[in-house]
């Protein structure tokens, strides 16, 4: 195996101290937190979502979907449809002019199926009229004649040779694999083995605005609005479904309520058949789904089985895993070729394993299609690795940070796919910080005295860790746009969605950093794919990672040049000129200084160039899928969370009384955000652990709303919550930023069944612990 | 062409005609072009649609717009007249503002449990919001941005 290192630009917290003659304590932006300049509109109600911006000449598209799990269509009857006042056209696969194909890795998935439906739910056909009653209307009454086939809801049903084929070549969508040095020799080395089954389950993102997008006709072209992780993304489906060239196709990312991942994989769908409706009806239309819709139709987070088998030397080292994955991608592969090999790479834990035997299939089954949400892939396997490393220690008799400490990745260490961490490896500080924020030593013996009575608690911890960017060899960029004005203040195009997270908001401090100018004179437009570089989409914690370093990129070039410039307006030499609140002056003389307004007017009087277009390309390596060894992600986020719980034993019932949760996020842009970022994936782990499961009755979801769906309200959430900040910056990214989002959620589920088992002596295996699980389990712990 | 209504709207008398079936939340974000109101989850589960109908926060995704005529409805665009209520800017301060689709329901339920209560425990103000969902902020700085709103004097409130 090779491991050569693509060369690319250093760009850390160096690089960027030296290159703007400062110290990190003189940021006047980076590292510190800041108001959300785009929250004023939010608190009065101003900010304009997708359904925000319909007008009265917008058409409304409904879409007829399927009553049936798995079923031939024999016919799609639309005439008595037709009839109704109001109705424009009914729209179905004969009519889609491009490719009638949505699949993201794997062609699988029509756009709206045509020869066979293989969930509850599937889009049939689109309905397009005038106003959203006459399209409801239409929905009800277009005919759609199946031909109904058995149907497999279970994925180790599925794999059975005799279990109904979802798609033709078999049930397995695809495989992971990871071969690394002597399993058997690894377990022979045990003192203590331990090996169990993990089933995690479906769950619904629930953000609160639905999925919705508007498709404008105009010119030869067309114009889409619409909540979505990727605008670039979109307007390739766009162009696949409609035949339109991608220049013809221009994509507005509006803000969203909410996406985590969710909108990633369903803004292409949506978007795509806005767009069919509009250039067949030659009118503006919009699709909004209805909060059952979403619950429904939109993809989820894989199910999951794992049996997981691990063993340690009694001085608390690991000496090997052997895991076996099955990951329920439902009706069609979707994201599922990422989603496995996440959570292929990551299976082992941040921790040091030599000997790795681990097999991951994704598997097909006639329930609404899995993919991206919030830890892609990573929640489900940490709840199993974290579980198992409770046991261990408890089984060697050491206390469970400790055992960590023991095993945790280090700079010069390798992962379980034998990648050699060069730098930015914050695990073992970000547990001990956590663990003293939480006072761990103490509260876990002080708990033990909650032991009598009906209520007990118990403390638990769980770490995890999550590759940024895109996986293995997957090649990743993002670009930027920096236009100074002429008046000094800054237009700044990016294609990075607001999703509530901010990165954008990121981006626009780094880009005022570098210019040393006030955050306010940055003005952030609106992605679109028409005006804006393509910054690739907002998922797997990169909107501010790579996003920001192409920001960073170009106001770099700008900076320099604005040197230049001011070097020969004050007649100083370049290195003694400095930028800095909005001026340029000369070191040696402050007071021969230049207005940035002036600056900025110069530089077009001059001829220099006004506008700079930054590129970040993440570096690569080599990665063999047949072995799965080699590089998996350029760099990771690792995260500790640290959990207190009370349990009712009568009831069941769990609740999280307090809850510390600490990631190494390279460099904080701005801690607020990231505060922010954490808190709110710590509130949907709770939820994920607790609470939430989409419930099926022979494939038709039965809890399609908030009221059956639960998830965390203000009352369910811990009431005290700490969140930890550590820096080890990563030598390519802006100031050394690394990603953040999704790192929280992921081992909130297994600190929350560890701190159980502290608690009750319990352990369950089985996502999510509701009250009916705990009890069970407790009175099977009895017997 | 349905029944005319007549009701005061954020402090200025409308007119308005509306369907006997029309729910309030359209009427306000088709017909008075105020789309501050959201549309979450259309059936009284989620909040996002509250807004103050003589005074008291009511769902406007169960309220048939006939039933405010001749009644006062405040709306998220119509709190702040001349300034910012104590409560928008302790959310912009405390950051209590992630995607923002919760936000104008949260902050009307936030101003009429303050006008009730000018010092709620911080129990009391998880009952009162127990109602209103949010999935992105876990509701950390909501809830302290409500604490601090009410430790102020609150003479508008």
Redesign the interface.
Known sequence: MTETREVTAERGPFFFKRELGKEEGEYKLVGR?I??P????????????T??R?TEDVCFGKIVRSKYPHALIKRVIVDEALQIKGVLAVITAKDVPGENQIGYAIPDQPLLADKKVRYIGEPIAIVVAENEYAAEKGVEAVKVEYDPLPAVFDPLEALKPEAPKVHEKGNVALTTIIRKGDVEKGFKEADVVVENIYYTQRQE??????EAAIAYPEGDGIRVVLCTQSPFLVREFVSRVTGYSQSKIKVIGA??????GGKDDMGPMVASKAALAAIITKKPVAIIL??EETFVASNKRHPAIIRYKSGATKDGKLTAVEIEIIYETGAYANRSPFVLWRATVHSAGPYVVPNAKVDGKSVYTNKVFSGSFRGFGDPQIHFAAEQQMDELAEKLGIDPVEFRLRNVLKEGTRTVCNQLLEESVGMEETLKKVAEAANWKKKREELKKYRKGSKVRGIGVACAYHGISTSRGVPDWSAAAVLLNEDGTITYRSTITR????SLIGHAKIVAEILDIPLEWVHIEEPDTSASPNARPTHGSRGLMTGGTAAADAALKLRRTLIKLASELLNCDEKNVKLENGKAFCALDPSNKIEFSELAKETYQRGYQPAYYGFYFVPRRYFDPETGLGVAYCVYTYIANIVEVEVDKETGEVKVLEAYTGADVGKAIDP??I??QM??????GIGYAISEEVAFNDGKIINP???DYI?????D?P?K?KVVIIEKPYSSTAFGAKGVAEAALIPTAPAIANAVAHATGVRVRNLPLTKEKVCFKLKEGKK | MGKKISFILNGVKREVYVEPNELLLNVLREKMGLTGTKYGCGIGECGACTVLLNGNPVLSCLTLAMDVDGKELVTIEGLAQEELQIIQRTFLEEGAVQCGFCTPGIIIMAKSLLKNKTNPTEEEIREYLKGNLCRCTGYVNIVKSIKRAAGKACKKC
């Open positions: 937190e108001e959300r785009d929250a004023f509109s939010k608190i009065m109600g101003l900010t304009k979502f359904a925000d319909l993102h629930a953000y609160l605005e639905p803000p969203a309520g909410g996406a985590f209805d909060k999703l509530g997270q901010g607020g955000l505060e922010g808190q709110g994936a710590l509130a949907q709303n908030y009221t998830i965390p309200t203000v009352k959430v009431r919550v």
